[in-house]
T-cell receptor, first 116, second 113 residues
Framework: DTGVSQDPRHKITKRGQNVTFRCDPI?????LYWYRQTLGQGPEFLTY????????KSRLLSDRFSAERPKGSFSTLEIQRTEQGDSAMYLC??????????????FGAGTRLSVL | QKEVEQNSGPLSVPEGAIASLNCTYS??????FFWYRQYSGKSPELIMS????GDKEDGRFTAQLNKASQYVSLLIRDSQPSDSATYLC?????????????FGQGTILTVHP
């Protein structure tokens, strides 16, 4: 068990560019979540998957954001045409949901995005 | 009204004292409640989970839940300087099948020697 892994840890980009982040969950976990956190605030839910199915997406999430989990293992979060307001820490979490599972969410170290 | 509210602090307590952190939530359908600790620049780390009314103790930490009052708290006994961090209250609808977590803004705790 190596924990939730996120890559890259830091990303600096210019406004208007596209960026993609990767998350590798804890190996046996079937659920994967994306959150966004800005300074002084708690994490804000973006979307989550159970296996490869995207079960919920925040209504606040712009169409510029898309997430995939094609084989039910790692996930990618893409932001198109980045804006300065997208600057934040993007956190990934994973959990094991199902019979007798506690479904506790464990967080990765996050990807810090700075849009110039 | 925010869905999950916490006093942002900072809360400052002396070493060895009891730190009391509070959280209220608006969704009466909430069934799962969590406290996460977040050190500066690090990711949230789970401290406690609680699902039923009453108290749940784990070492120096006690979580208290009152669903009628829509209130959950965290007590830290014998506070240590290493407890200095931001404490996040998180709430979810549903039991262990819950999906997303809704977080409060966090309470900054400082434990001074």
């Amino acid at each position: 068990d190596t924990g939730v892994s996120q890559d890259p840890r830091h990303k600096i980009t210019k406004r208007g560019q596209n960026v993609t982040f990767r998350c590798d969950p804890i190996s046996e976990h079937n659920r994967l979540y994306w959150y966004r956190q800005t300074l002084g605030q708690g994490p804000e839910f973006l979307t989550y998957f159970q296996n490869e199915a995207q079960l919920e997406k925040s209504r606040l999430l712009s169409d510029r954001f898309s997430a995939e989990r094609p084989k039910g293992s790692f996930s990618t979060l893409e932001i198109q045409r980045t804006e300065q307001g997208d600057s934040a820490m993007y956190l990934c979490a994973s959990s094991l949901a199902g019979h007798r599972a506690k479904n506790i969410q464990y967080f990765g170290a996050g990807t810090r995005l700075s849009v110039l | 009204q925010k869905e999950v509210e916490q006093n942002s602090g900072p809360l400052s307590v002396p070493e060895g004292a009891i730190a009391s952190l509070n959280c209220t939530y608006s969704d009466r359908g909430s069934q799962s409640f969590f406290w996460y600790r977040q050190y500066s620049g690090k990711s949230p780390e789970l401290i406690m989970s609680i699902y039923s009314n009453g108290d749940k103790e784990d070492g120096r930490f006690t979580a208290q839940l009152n669903k009628a009052s829509q209130y959950v708290s965290l007590l830290i006994r014998d506070s240590q300087p290493s407890d200095s961090a931001t404490y996040l209250c998180a709430v979810a609808a549903g039991g262990t099948s819950y999906g997303k977590l809704t977080f409060g803004q966090g309470t900054i705790l400082t434990v001074h020697p």
